[in-house]
């Protein structure tokens, strides 16, 4: 029997996701645990994490690596790319259209089967940019 299928419905875990679906941030655990700690005063961020890894499992999620190495999380989960702050780790989506031909390159020079089409760049968001401005007057 698939385990994945026969899923208990967890109130939490539907509370986790309405408030990823809320947010065009792409949070961390650690964000959705400040959140839901306001509801459910016994919640643990480990908790936190393993619902988010059952939502993206159960497709419902996608994780995506923050520029911190901390993972971020989308309830979108068509593909799209993104951008990341290597400052302060931010995950900003960048709407962009990528010519499939690249994935069809990287299909070719790598072997891999693309399943996921979509592309993350880092860089330095504006507000760090003007951070560090400030820092250098
Ligand atoms: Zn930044
Ligand atoms: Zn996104």
């Given at each position: 029997m698939?385990?994945?299928?026969?899923?208990?419905?967890?109130?939490?875990?539907?509370?986790?996701?309405?408030?990823?679906?809320g947010t065009k941030e792409h949070p961390t655990a650690e964000w959705v645990y400040?959140?839901?700690?306001?509801?459910?005063?016994?919640?643990?961020?480990g908790?936190?994490?393993?619902n988010l890894r059952i939502l993206v499992e159960d497709g419902l999620a996608q994780s995506i690596q923050g520029g911190k190495s901390l993972d971020h999380f989308d309830a979108d989960t068509s593909p799209h790319?993104?951008?990341?702050?290597?400052?302060?780790?931010?995950?900003?989506?960048?709407p962009v259209t990528v010519n499939e031909e690249v994935f069809k390159m990287i299909e070719q020079i790598t072997?891999?089967?693309v399943l996921l089409p979509q592309i993350s760049v880092s860089g330095l968001c504006p507000d760090c940019q003007?951070?560090?401005?400030?820092k250098s007057m």
């Open positions: 698939n385990q994945s299928n026969h899923r208990k419905r967890s109130v939490r875990r539907e509370r986790i996701l309405e408030l990823l679906r400040e959140k839901l700690k306001k509801e459910y005063t016994d919640v643990s961020l908790t936190v994490y393993r790319h993104h951008i990341t702050c290597l400052q302060c780790g931010r995950v900003t989506d960048a072997g891999y089967q003007r951070q560090n401005e400030k």
